[in-house]
């Protein structure tokens, strides 16, 4: 067992177990910790529970006797109806917890809505952190995820041993909501990013110009960027990257849309323009009627429509 137990939490509830859950639940049985998970799918309880954790029927019976609970759920009403209940027989975890849980949510929701559920945590005497992560699937399975922590500095360092088990990079941005506003701002700027080198690079491919030495011509000028250091969106100019396999796998342009949604929404809310974001936006919103569950990548595809001509 790596975590100390006499100053880490060792028994965890590990609720969602998606691309992102079920690798960083994996992460945290490798590193000891006493895990019990439940999810919608029984393909997933079956692979962690093969990895050796507890299974649950429920998420209740998953945070039974539990120290810690860890979530990470598709959107905002999830996580609240997990949270608070949704007004029938559900009336939520942090009605049942003991006071003085630890409860981490990694799903990359609305700040707003992280807000709310920590609220309710602190009237239930509940530790509450918003902790989304950037570095995706490969990340996740590596243990190598960015956590972008929003709460109180004391919960930080306490949460801080669990999260190391996850990922490399842990900071904390800030009070409730936090680590939710930071991210959708990660994210925005990173779907405005591939946007703009997909249309540059389609610039160049048009006019005649080969996309490796274009992308290195690039690389060693000032439009230097993310996409083009390590995750090219132009097919065989980087061997590991999603466009080299059909665009499949990596961060699927569904998620992609969501998280510029969520930072236009946080943009309304507080009355901050984001013209850039908003072109983003409408881009994707265009792209996943016909590649959702493709990589964020192939926008590309908007202008190079043969890339994506095997893509089903």
């Not at 466009?243 to 342009?253: E, I, L, P, Q, R």
Request: hydrophobic share 45%.
């Amino acid at each position: 067992m790596t975590n100390n137990a006499s100053a880490t939490p060792s028994k965890i509830a590990f609720i969602g177990l998606g691309n992102m859950g079920a690798p960083m639940a994996k992460n945290l049985l490798k590193h000891g910790f006493d895990v019990t998970v439940f999810d919608l799918s029984d393909a997933a309880l079956a692979s962690l529970k093969e990895a050796g954790a507890k299974t649950a029927t429920s998420p209740l019976q998953a945070a039974e006797e539990t120290e810690v609970v860890i979530t990470m759920l598709p959107a905002g009403k999830h996580v609240k109806s997990v949270y608070l209940g949704d007004g029938s027989e559900n009336k939520g975890l942090l009605a049942a917890l003991p006071k003085g849980t630890l409860v981490i949510d990694s799903s990359t929701i609305a700040a707003a809505d992280a807000r709310v559920v920590a609220q309710a945590a602190g009237e239930h005497g509940v530790a509450f952190l918003d902790a989304p992560v950037s570095g995706g699937t490969a990340g996740a399975a590596a243990g190598t995820l960015t956590f972008i922590v929003g709460g109180d500095a004391e919960v930080f360092a306490r949460a801080k041993p669990i999260l190391a088990a996850m990922g490399k990079n842990i900071f904390h941005a800030g009070d409730h909501g936090a680590g939710q506003v930071a991210k959708i701002c990660n994210n925005m700027l990173l779907g405005i990013l591939m946007s703009g080198t997909a249309e540059a690079l389609n610039l160049g491919i048009k006019n005649g110009l080969d996309p490796a030495v274009l992308s290195d011509i690039m690389l060693q000028s000032s439009g230097r960027n993310w996409t083009l250091e390590v995750y090219n969106p132009y097919p065989n100019v980087m061997e590991t990257v999603p466009a080299s396999k059909n665009y499949a796998g990596g961060f699927m342009s569904a998620h992609m849309h969501k998280d510029l949604h969520l930072a236009l929404q946080t943009a309304a809310d507080t009355g901050v323009e984001v013209p850039m974001g908003s072109q983003a936006t409408e881009l994707y919103d265009e792209h996943i009627e016909n590649y959702a569950e493709q990589d964020f990548s192939s926008i590309i595809g908007r202008y190079a429509p043969e890339v994506l001509s095997d893509v089903k």
